[in-house]
């Protein structure tokens, strides 16, 4: 069965390279962020909100896991390659490689020809910030920040729950991921609502964060340092992150390039002082943003090759316990 799992994976890694996440098309992260809104307008108020919380994110991912544990069985019931096809579908829609990249090439575009306002409007669609006033280098560090936090949130981590569990634990992750982006907040509104989305996002995220970051950096050799120092910052600097986990993809990258992230932000006028990753090596320009994704595209391809080997090896090791035992 892990076999049948690579294969899915690696079908769904080309799937999503070529279609990537059509606007107009149907898609269960829309779906499923639907019932979650659904649940916060109805759950969100009153008493034991942090049960409530807990109670929605429980509900939430056993109907995901459900649903396609009943798809894909029925289709490996069908036919081995109809499981198989049904299953890189699905997996396809968990991951957002193809999407993460046009986002910030998005931003690159009029930032590269020195339109500040284009890149600054296109910055305000995928990061929280308030991006009014930014100039050239805080842009691109928003487009860097988050091609190397959703690195691992938007791809690896996925393809790594695929190989553990096939596209049901795929999709609950993607469930995971969806009631933490929308109700995981440590304010006023959500801080009670949202604990259990947080929490359970940031263990389903604990290990392929940190194998994504050291993949990094194994496959991508730093612009302006020597490996020993990066390495060095990568475990130096992860954990500064207010994230147990984004901080991996986020230093990995800053070694690589020779940058610094992090510092001053505001969101919605309130300044927000980040942990600084890196090394101020050079100044971030808006051409580091396309070396950002080139780190992606190497990460995504060197997991996937890892997910493999570490696939057949257990394979191995599943069918050698198998054969050894007495009954």
């Not at 890149?119 to 910030?129: D, E, P, Q």
Request: glycine share 10%; proline share 5%; net charge positive.
């Amino acid at each position: 069965m892990i076999v049948y799992h690579l294969i899915a994976i690696t079908i769904a890694y080309f799937i999503d390279k070529v279609v990537g996440d059509p606007p107009h098309w149907p898609h269960p992260v829309r779906w499923i962020g639907s019932l979650i809104s659904l649940f916060e307008k109805r759950l969100n108020h009153g008493k034991n909100k942090k049960f409530k919380g807990v109670a929605m994110l429980l509900f939430v991912l056993f109907l995901v896991f459900l649903i396609v544990i009943l798809l894909v069985g029925i289709s490996y019931q069908i036919h081995p390659i109809a499981g198989i096809i049904v299953e890189s579908m699905i997996i396809a829609t968990t991951i957002a490689q193809k999407s993460l990249k046009e986002a910030s090439f998005n931003v690159y575009g009029p930032l590269e020809k020195g339109d500040l306002a284009g890149a600054r409007n296109k910055l305000s669609f995928i990061v929280g910030r308030d991006t009014g006033t930014l100039n050239e280098g805080e842009i691109a560090r928003g487009a860097i920040e988050t091609v190397a936090e959703n690195t691992s949130d938007g791809v690896t981590a996925p393809l790594f729950w695929a190989l553990i569990g096939g596209a049901p634990l795929a999709m609950v992750y993607r469930a995971s991921n969806t009631c933490d982006s929308m109700v995981g907040y440590m304010n006023e509104r959500f801080k009670d609502f949202g604990w259990a989305s947080a929490k359970w996002d940031d263990v389903m995220n604990w290990v392929p964060s940190r194998i994504t970051g050291i993949i990094m950096l194994i496959g991508t050799k730093p612009a302006e340092l020597e490996y020993r120092r990066a390495w060095k910052i990568l475990f130096r600097d992860a954990k500064k992150h207010p994230s147990p986990n984004s901080g991996w993809g986020e230093a990995a990258v800053a070694a690589i390039l020779g940058i610094q992230l992090g510092g001053i932000n505001y969101y919605k006028g309130i300044l927000s002082n980040r942990a600084k990753m890196g090394e101020p090596l050079v100044p971030i320009q808006a051409g580091h943003i396309l070396v950002a994704n080139k780190i992606l595209d190497k990460t995504v391809f060197l997991f996937l090759l890892f997910l493999w080997i570490g696939g057949m090896i257990l394979e191995m090791a599943i069918t050698w316990i198998k054969s050894a035992a007495p009954f």
